[in-house]
């Protein structure tokens, strides 16, 4: 590319080598950013204007330039060409083909370290409220469904191993109070990426009074970067958004595993639409659950990313190193979350409850047991120590003799205790569905406590809703 | 322990394999987490109380023994055994030696699940308190030292070659505004802490009406889990507090990257007091940045910490299972990261600058060469790719023979563009003070404009404190 | 420690700061590489001896002196003063009180960073070799047990689906291949921990010419760092190692999972002994695999070890820098994965099969439903998206009305398709034992074919123990 | 795609919704693998033949097609379509429309899981054996420089301090070491995946004996997987790549931060040519390590591409999960290695060294202080400590009075001890060359030992080439 070249030809002789264009070219990735740069550059214009480096010809030369841009991007007419490394040179190219030596002026008080600092704050900002948005959504099924399916009761699991009757609202919202949290990150996320970085020049500041309150203003950010060493140098907005993701991923992750096991045919607790699962073109029985597979297998991604980024800025002295440019992929790759969410959004609309299932591992894996001990606590005065035992005792006996606690014959409960065979008590203590209405702690999974954990759900999102981040047009117009 | 494994051994019989033991104890690390186990334990007994199960004859018991651990801990008399595994079993066996089975009541509406998870959000909470003012503190330093140092001017980097001059208060500066980051971020990771688990039980919730808002008062906390499988399955806040030290730490290995490189022979820029620094026993000139290079080093470590808790928790369905006990080990080595801000505060306190070295880099980096391109495009109208050009091709004259701008005779300035042999124009604008005054624009190093940056950077400081996290106390009394 | 100071004082002033010694201190872990450190100087000083350097009686000082601290040590009556930094000041300054100034002349040609180096490498050895014949064992343990449960039928899953048949064994001896596969990785480790890097001094050689093959053969070495930059600065075999375990770990973390599901009560397939489970405090009827999910858990701590590692070296230049140090704990921390081969070791021995469970999934899961479409295609002369096609449906139709393969009756099948009504055809080939025989490929699950790769897996355990790195014995004497 | 989903109708009802093909796609990844799937399914044609299930006219047909769809994939004529999912599909539809349904008979006693573990098994191979090659010819150029530049003097660093001067050729040999270790891990990558997994079938093996050892020969395989399970679970061989690229990326990473700090204008020790460096756009005497600053910044990705392949398979029961497909996306951005060691090819080749600055820094940095301790020891009989001491002194006099050890007025030395005040004595003894020499152990940096590693070097380049992996010839012909 001559032009690009020639910028900086006083000192160098020759060419570039083509390996280190084929390494540092970032345009592959960066024209997603292209909403972004081109907004920064349509307000630096206005700005130059404002200070009277630009006069209205010339801006309204750049301001319809860079529109047309974005137009040909839209309309997959803009040519790509490595050589002609990121972005920025790309759209600046092209500018200079369409109006002549003026676009030059552009560049006039910027340069890349803070203009792509621009575009990626933009973009931390507008992805993270694109995730906080879909969250929202995810919440409100949760709390539908939540609601549609309070009465089923499901088995907890400790280890894996059957603990006790719950409410499958209850195991459910445990998801909703994850994701607000993500959204409460997420927030977090947007509000350190609303510094405006743009203005701070290569790394010292520019050599003119530049009007970054205006920039501001118009970019719609909160604050500035007050130190315009730290604004080119800085990938923490970066990091915010890959940790904020991370810990998404592992919470779906988590809810992706628990789909997988219930769908299973040993659990059977669940089932997903045919839509949302696989076949086998070899077995004809196979019905997969590709999707929360899938899910759960890119977790690995988004943690590494983070990781990524944080070992490639380790150790980097002040202030734009090139190193900064991987930042690059893991931020662009970041944008897969939202199609992960929306799959998430699907499995959660769809899933329905096999009802049977549930009730055969709830008595099965002997969930009432622990309220039976209670109750030989609590009603026949046996000592705590000594219930546990007795309860141990009859659950290693029916596991002997394949029986639940609910067809262990009479006498068989006898020879362990005599206070077992008292058929109401007995039957009172094991019975699944008062194990659960006796959970009445505050977070608890008695009726009541959920219905009051589901309005107090209702009412986090409304006031999340109330604070959201505004929206960002970053549409030329 | 007969004791322990009594409680649940009606099912099972035998004992348990020793590896099992030596695997499972976590009391190696979580006796660190006593003053939050015993404080939890404090005032889940008044709670208990509160709401008729213990009387007061029982409580005042069990408040007293639990004052007696203390003693016994902080004077090195508490007894450690791998076979009571965790910290819990522990306190929980003491007490019963002190008290007889009164001690058992104090377990009545509580697991070892949420207790862990207790002790987890004081911990985060202390720790990430602690952490804010230390990076507090290590502000100030910062700030005095740039006041005292305004009038170094000093090298900027890019690429690390050097770039424009700067103050060197403007440098520093920039790890102000990271710092101030870091400690927004510590105050979201105190805030997403701030939500009380106890009270949620193994995992479902307990058998009766416990007092969560009496716990969370006294506790100290803003918030409840409002839903008891999240209380007990979720290591969020302990996600946030590794991921806000994993970018500390990064900042910091590139804070002691500089020092390192600007303590080289060959930079010599600062020098560090001899108490910071170590000799070899071997090579009696050497005088090594020891401190900052175990810093850095130990980024690794702090980053791949959360890396670690990620992975552990990803895929894990809920609630509780015993991977989670992994949470213990990067929390309780999170505590590093204080010594480091110590020794890091240290070395901001003490370096001094070598001014010469600095003006010889300046010089021989031609940090000036950008104003010179710069006024012969605004005072001899030469357009700007020419004028890069020109200086360029002055810089390579300089390399070739050995000159800097400073020293490169008239002639041979003359003989690259005839405006270069004007003197005057020539000296005045090379001048290294000129150059750093130029940056005007907000956030850029010109004199009026760091002194801007400083006094907001004081007020900055004053916001921060006022809405500082509350102090917790964990000292029972 | 006035000694050590004094050493290095000539340039410096007054003392180190105690946060340097604290963060600086290396001693409360390599205090478990003392064999590899008195081996080394042992060796080193036979050396010395055999080069002129020492005269008899000050070897016989200096050897009997060493090993005199190896039982201090071993008896537990070695001081620990974490001024004296490391393991090697340890040792020389308490050498010293023994036998004097003497003890100064063991130091000659050598450096603290070549004699750490020496003792990792040794270590490395000694741990990867450790591995290699715990795995060996292990692996025996699954050909018994393959051996002993050939004929029990399990369940195959893809997706977490069942699959097809296979014999038990063919699934287990799938974990004897990954284990043959970490073995030969722990022979790389070991191999290319087998050069000497002691003798080339602080980082450039050391001024006379030492015997650095006498070293290698003392120390049983199989080859020499030629270069001593090289030899200070890598910690190639400590990347080594920690690899090889994480991919120990995530092979364990695979069998630890379907532990951990085959014994939910939902697939109820195994079943531990209890001494290798744990029950709840609460829940009577708990029976946890807390041995596998702890060992599951651990797997990100070893993930997370060499990434830890490899950011700690990155972008260090050469020679030694203080960071290295950092390579402590991943090391002495990867001691924890012999326990942890220990529980697996015990987990395998000791389970027990519940056949009548797995039927019940092969039925379920619709577990030959391939081997019907085959006949289809084979014996019926259905194409195969056809046959396919009608299987899915019959699949399809049992689910709906709650049948298996089984006991779906004979009238439905017909109405599906006329070729499933023939029972003889029918039964024949939803067989289970019959589809595990046919699948006779190589490497298939066939019974000839398991008895074959037992058969091969023998020989193979054979020939690596042929090949068994050498024992390495650091007991002076 | 109406075909694929037809194949696995019957069961399912309805469309495969968007989402989860759009998140389940891998064609644009595995693209990548044109040439391995197409040789596998070429040899497996003939195998098919061989045994009996293809008739001669058939394996003509699909023979000639697989080498047409190789013919437009290289025209860039194949089309992709991301509802077709995957590489192996894509190739499996456009048979079909070449040859009709005898295309689908390619599919016999295959699956799409034996099929990905194979084409990613012939990757690793071809990927490692290029990555040895690139890495031999390093190893030559090495040699060679370090031949050519033998004679300059170098200051070798600990701690980024001066320590003691050596060869230049001694630094830069330092790497070939580590390379040679690379080259060793990657044939042991070759090795590990030298193992045939195609023929073992979805999972279980196929329904009739195909001859596996026919595949194995012409595909070029060592052994077998004996396990069908194993074969298509295992992601080991990715894995042993990724850590293997890890560690030659830290590596270069280490070597990438010394052409950066010996490119400074502080150190200034080596020069780039133009070729390899950029400019800045505003700064005209920049002259920018860029290539080695964007290898030192993949480092990230490449060591968490590794993380995160692990973190996928971490916990996943077998055999074949849908998380597996995540391993594309690491294993094809391995690729990039082999730019990056090209760049690091020329970047060797090329650097020149600017002696003059090497001399300065040896003398600024007091190198020779060690040698002269030495000489106050060996020659004047002060004790070691002793001498340690007064050189200390020395330097601290020579720092305090802005002088080297070369310029320190004689009665200055006399001051701090009468033996520095022979002139004839301290002279000899601080001579830079003479330093070098006296550094004759072996892997030291005196002339003949330097002589004596390249000699070695060069036999061990020999010893490689002779057992390096043979070429493996995927196109079809």
Same mark, same amino acid.
């Given at each position: 590319? $001559? ?20 390494? =540092? ?16 550059? &349509? ?43 990121? !972005? ?9 083909? %369409? ?14 370290? $803070? ?57 459910? %919202?445990?998801?909703?109070? %994850? ?6 990150? %997420? ?14 020049? #290569?790394?010292?500041?520019?050599? &003119? ?15 500035? &970067? ?9 990938? @923490? ?32 607790? !669940? ?26 297998? /890119? ?5 590494? *990313? ?50 049977? /299932? ?14 039976? #001990?209670? #109750? ?15 309860? =141990? ?29 008292? @058929?109401?008590?007995?039957?009172? *203590? ?25 309005? &107090? #759900? ?14 960002? @047009?970053? @549409?030329?117009?």
């Amino acid at each position: 590319m $001559d032009t690009k070249e020639t910028l900086w030809k006083g000192r160098s002789e020759g060419n570039v080598h083509p390996i280190l264009i084929e390494l =540092g070219e970032s345009i592959l990735l960066d024209i997603k950013l292209y909403k972004e740069d081109l907004k920064g550059s &349509y307000i630096h214009a206005k700005m130059l204007y404002k200070i009277g480096i630009l006069n209205e010809e010339e801006l309204s030369l750049i301001l319809n330039g860079l529109k047309q841009i974005q137009r040909e991007i839209e309309e997959h007419k803009f040519p790509i060409n490595i050589e002609l490394e990121d !972005i920025h040179t790309h759209i600046e190219q092209r500018l200079k083909e %369409m109006i002549g030596p003026i676009a030059g002026k552009l560049h006039t008080g910027r340069s890349r370290n $803070d203009q792509i600092a621009l575009d990626t704050h933009l973009y931390v900002k507008k992805l993270s409220r694109q995730i906080i948005l879909k969250l929202l959504e995810i919440c409100k099924i949760i709390i539908n469904r939540s609601e549609e399916l309070i009465d089923f009761i499901f088995p907890s699991y400790t280890h894996l191993q059957v603990a006790q009757p719950v409410r499958f609202s209850h195991h459910l %919202m445990a998801y909703f109070w %994850m994701f607000i949290r993500d959204i409460e990150r %997420m927030i977090f996320v947007f509000e350190q990426a609303n510094r405006l970085p743009l203005g701070c020049g #290569a790394a010292t500041g520019v050599n &003119y009074e530049n009007d970054r309150l205006f920039l501001k203003k118009e970019l719609n950010f909160k604050e500035l &970067y007050e130190n315009s060493m730290d604004a080119v140098s800085s990938r @923490d907005h970066i990091f915010n958004l890959l940790y904020g993701i991370s810990v998404i991923a592992v919470h779906l992750s988590r809810l992706c595993e628990e789909i997988i096991l219930f769908s299973s045919v040993e659990f059977s607790f !669940i089932e997903l639409p045919d839509s949302l699962t696989t076949g086998s073109s070899i077995m004809p029985q196979k019905k997969n659950p590709d999707l929360a597979e899938l899910i759960r297998g /890119k977790t690995g991604k988004f943690i590494s *990313n983070l990781n990524s980024l944080l070992i490639t800025v380790k150790g980097l002295p002040l202030t734009y190193n090139r190193d900064l440019q991987e930042d690059r992929k893991p931020l662009i790759e970041s944008e897969e979350i939202l199609k992960i969410l929306e799959g998430i959004h699907l499995m959660i609309l769809s899933f329905k409850i096999k009802e049977k /299932k549930l009730e055969k591992s709830l008595q099965k894996g002997f969930s009432t047991a622990t309220d039976l #001990a209670d #109750a030989l606590v609590q009603k026949k005065q046996i000592p705590f120590r000594e219930a546990h035992h007795i309860i =141990g005792k009859l659950v290693k006996t029916c596991v002997d003799n394949g029986y639940t606690l609910f067809d262990i014959p009479q006498e068989l409960r006898k020879s362990i205790h005599p206070d077992l065979s008292d @058929d109401n008590f007995y039957y009172e *203590n094991i019975d699944i569905q008062k194990s659960v209405e006796k959970k009445v702690s505050r977070g608890g999974t008695a009726k009541k406590r959920i219905l009051e954990q589901i309005q &107090y #759900a209702k009412s986090t999102l409304e006031n999340i809703k109330k604070s959201l981040p505004e929206e960002i @047009d970053l @549409d030329l117009n």
